[in-house]
């Protein structure tokens, strides 16, 4: 029996089936997409929270530069209490 290299170089049914695919269809039949919600929509659309936060963290940063910021200990620890024991 003779072996030779005819065709050997050649046997990869996942390329030929890619080749396949992109002739007939012209493009890749699985493409990624993504929707967004009408709700998601919405809370992108809504800065207005975005804006409040960003003028209260300037306040802050305003108050600590000047060391008028003045920490409640008391709340603070009351405040722990409450997020430890429920």
Same mark, same amino acid.
Do not use: C, W
């Given at each position: 029996?003779?072996?030779?290299?005819?065709?050997?170089?050649?046997?990869?049914?996942?390329?030929?089936?890619?080749?396949?695919?992109? &002739?007939?269809?012209?493009?890749?039949?699985? %493409?990624? #997409?993504? *929707?967004?919600?009408? @709700?998601?929509? =919405?809370?992108?659309? &809504?800065?207005?929270?975005?804006?409040?936060? %960003?003028? #209260?963290? *300037?306040?802050?940063? @305003?108050?600590? =530069?000047?060391?008028?910021?003045?920490?409640?200990?008391?709340?603070? %620890?009351?405040?722990?209490?409450?997020?430890?024991?429920?």
């Amino acid at each position: 029996m003779k072996i030779t290299s005819i065709g050997v170089n050649n046997v990869n049914p996942y390329n030929k089936q890619q080749q396949k695919l992109k &002739s007939v269809s012209g493009h890749s039949p699985f %493409a990624d #997409k993504i *929707e967004i919600s009408t @709700a998601a929509k =919405e809370m992108q659309g &809504s800065s207005t929270y975005s804006a409040e936060r %960003a003028e #209260k963290v *300037e306040k802050l940063k @305003a108050e600590i =530069e000047s060391g008028e910021y003045k920490v409640d200990a008391r709340k603070v %620890a009351a405040d722990m209490l409450k997020y430890y024991r429920y």
